[in-house]
């Protein structure tokens, strides 16, 4: 007797399997330990509980024949008998046009009480950085508005610069001023553990009505599990690299990569990683140039990059500081000193660097730019000396021509946090101070 396959295997090939599915075998903290199969590190997973909405965990590592996980929520109502349901894909984000205007949790949902709009495209939040020869060089400004940045520390479009300061300094303030006063066609701004009464007043009085339009704000708070810290600034670069892929130029600000390590540093620490530097796994460094390394420019569009450092008593050799330092395009050391004595921005030209400022700056603007540095580098040497009342005039000519203009120098360093000056003006009184 023959028998006829075929129906069967139309039957098998139209059939809806059941999900693999698994329990929880034990819960420390906040890491769960899961006994289920067919899953992946990077995979998102459900976990059941009575009663309530199920829970989102991710797998960041497999112990012998358990899946580890951590929950992207509260662990509150998962027992050993919770059953985790693996989703088979990592963790994406939807975006679109429409989502300008939008303020959206560490993991790309609705923050701000609206329903996502329709049409917006599903998204990875993992993806690797763009090819080396893909990349456009970095060959015109970007004018953020402030004169210390704009004048001595030009910024190219595409550029990835760290500002480095301790807490209190007037990081986060500075950041806000670029957030109004940069020229790009759209902005997407990342708060990593930052105090929940900020994210209101950042939305209310730094961005504003106009400014949050082009805007895209992602908000992990200090309260928010590690892993929702960690991921908040994935989905927000995922949500960068979309409007440059179509050819936009794109002003990303993420505050802080400090937060964010601390947040891979717990993570990697709950799922069993020895720590090495100064309590910091492997793992974060490896992270870090692989976050840090999607943004820039590319082949369409570009991200050009802020992200803020915070130096513990201006530590700038502190591993993150030091790491974050190696692979960024330039950096900005904002100094204690210069804040207590009232100057904002509270830039040290001297400690700070654009490394594509002669790419993107005029011969002339650049002169300028290098003779101030040396008048303020000749004050420098000096400063003590006049503090003392032990400089005489003639021992050092820039000494005397930096000790003669230092009114104008310290005029054209300090702006208030709401005053934004064109790039053109910027040069033009660089150019007539130093002449």
């Known amino acids: 007797m023959t028998l006829d396959l075929l129906p069967l295997r139309a039957a098998l090939d139209g059939a809806d399997p059941l999900p693999l599915r698994g329990r929880v075998t034990r819960l420390t903290g906040m890491v769960i330990e899961a006994a289920v199969a067919g899953v992946r590190t990077g995979d998102v997973v459900e976990i059941a509980r009575p009663g ?98 704009d004048g001595l520390l030009t910024v190219g479009e595409g550029q990835r610069l760290g500002l480095f300061a301790g807490s209190g300094v007037g990081k986060s303030t500075l950041l806000a001023q670029v957030a109004r006063g940069a020229r790009a066609d759209v902005s997407v701004v990342c708060l990593v553990g930052e105090r929940g009464r900020e994210v209101r007043e950042f939305v209310d009085r730094v961005l504003g009505p106009e400014g949050l339009a082009r805007s895209v704000l992602v ?67 490896a992270a870090l140039p692989r976050l840090l390394e ?23 050799e502190e591993p993150i ?67 003392l009342g032990a400089y005489r005039a003639g021992a050092d000519a820039d000494a005397d021509a930096a000790l003669a203009r230092l009114p104008e120098i310290e005029g054209f360093l300090r702006q208030g946090a709401d005053e934004a000056t064109p790039l053109e003006e910027t040069v033009a009184r660089l150019e007539a101070l130093v002449r």
Do not use: C, K
Request: proline share 9%; no cysteine; glycine share 10%.
């Open 52 to 149: 309530r909405s199920p829970l989102l965990a991710e797998v960041v590592g497999l112990r012998e024949d358990r899946a580890v996980v951590v929950p992207l929520g509260e662990p509150t109502g998962v027992g050993a008998d919770s059953e985790v349901v693996p989703t088979g894909a990592p963790l994406g984000v939807h975006v679109g046009e429409a989502l300008l205007g939008r303020v959206l949790d560490g993991l790309g949902r609705p923050a701000d009480g609206l329903p996502l709009p329709p049409g917006l495209e599903e998204w990875p939040v993992e993806r690797p950085a763009p090819a080396p020869l893909s990349r456009r060089p970095v060959s015109r400004p970007l004018a953020l508005g402030i004169r210390a940045l």
């Open 219 to 285: 908000v992990a708070t200090s309260d928010a599990p590690a892993l929702v810290r960690l991921r908040a600034a994935h989905v927000a670069t995922a949500v960068a690299e979309w409007f440059a892929d179509r050819g936009r130029s794109v002003l990303f600000l993420l505050d802080s990569v400090t937060r964010y390590a601390r947040a891979l540093r717990e993570v990697g620490l709950a799922a069993g990683e020895p720590p090495a530097r100064q309590g910091y796994p492997a793992s974060v460094f």
């Open 294 to 316: 999607r943004t820039g420019n590319r082949e369409r569009g570009a991200i050009t990059a802020l992200y803020t450092v915070l130096v513990a008593g201006g530590d700038m």
């Open 321 to 387: 500081a030091d790491e974050v330092r190696g692979i960024l395009d330039g950096h900005v050391v904002l100094e204690r000193r210069l804040a207590a004595a009232g100057r904002f921005p509270a830039v040290d030209p001297l400690q700070s660097v654009s490394r594509v400022m002669p790419a993107v700056v005029a011969p002339g603007h650049l002169a300028a730019a290098a003779r101030l540095r040396a008048l303020l580098a000749a004050h420098e040497r000096v400063r003590d000396l006049v503090a």
